[in-house]
């Protein structure tokens, strides 16, 4: 039940935010698994949210920014119910790639580049960096990155020739690529709305500045925003999207003189 209306929520997702409409019928042809999702289910915020966005769609003028709004934040909810069942019954819920590659994390940021001068590694960001550097670097995380994987899960029986392996390896190595580019001891310099933020480093202990998440266009940093809010809904200081000069792309952060030490 709550994969299908996680199934439908997701087509409305993509049909609002491409045409900024919800088709009405193909509304009507899903209305009877909500009509009764929203009887039956003991969430009762997701029934809410699916309430109003019936309503609305079937209002003489909709709101299409709202209802996009609820749909998102259901599907949130609905994604976070999902994986709190899995974790009762213990199944291997998605463990983060953090945690489950901290080990070869560690393991890396005490690498040095010997092509660069003995530059750290974990000082790395492959967006800014020359083609020829920044392929070099991807090579090399890409072999630690896929033999850690290998290392892990080459006892399982489903592990040799499946879509799912490629997959997590390619998922392993971008989180990776991510997670480097960190430039220590400069934390107090960090200027706000920067490509950087303060953070504590979870090897060291000690603050570092770490590259932003980077997004294309300006709607989609926005979405984030939106997303980090559903996420963090006790958090309620103003964010707001920018431009940055440093890498060219948009990130997002708190506004001006709200940041605090929490
Ligand atoms: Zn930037």
Not at 24 to 47: G, L, M, W
Not at 95 to 110: C, F, M, P
Not at 153 to 179: L, P, W
């Amino acid at each position: 039940m709550k994969n299908e209306i996680q199934k439908i929520l997701r087509k409305w997702e993509g049909n609002l935010r491409r045409n900024g409409s919800m088709d009405a019928t193909r509304f009507s042809q899903v209305s009877n698994e909500i009509d009764s999702y929203i009887r039956t289910s003991k969430n009762t915020q997701v029934a809410r949210l699916l309430t109003s966005c019936r309503d609305s769609t079937l209002s003489a003028s909709p709101n299409n920014d709202k209802i996009l709004r609820n749909v998102r934040h259901a599907l949130f909810l609905l994604q976070k119910e999902i994986n709190d069942e899995k974790r009762e019954l213990g199944f291997d819920v998605d463990l983060g790639q953090r945690q489950r590659y901290e080990a070869i994390s560690k393991k890396l940021y005490s690498e040095k580049l010997r092509f660069k001068g003995n530059k750290s590694l974990r000082e790395a960001d492959v967006t800014l960096m020359e083609g020829r550097d920044s392929r070099k670097v991807r090579r090399i995380v890409e072999k630690r990155m896929c033999q850690e994987y290998h290392r892990q899960n080459k006892h399982r029986s489903s592990y040799r020739c499946s879509g799912k392996a490629r997959h997590e390896m390619d998922r392993a190595v971008s989180y990776q690529i991510f997670n480097l580019g960190q430039l220590d001891g400069h934390a107090n310099q960090r200027g706000i709305g920067t490509h950087w933020k303060k953070i504590v480093d979870y090897s060291s202990g000690e603050y570092v500045m770490k590259k932003k998440v980077e997004y294309a266009t300006l709607e989609e940093a926005q979405l984030h925003i939106e997303l980090y809010k559903f996420a963090h809904p006790k958090d309620k200081r103003p964010m707001h999207a920018y431009y940055c000069e440093h890498c060219g792309h948009y990130h997002i952060g708190h506004d001006r003189g709200t940041e605090t030490a929490a």
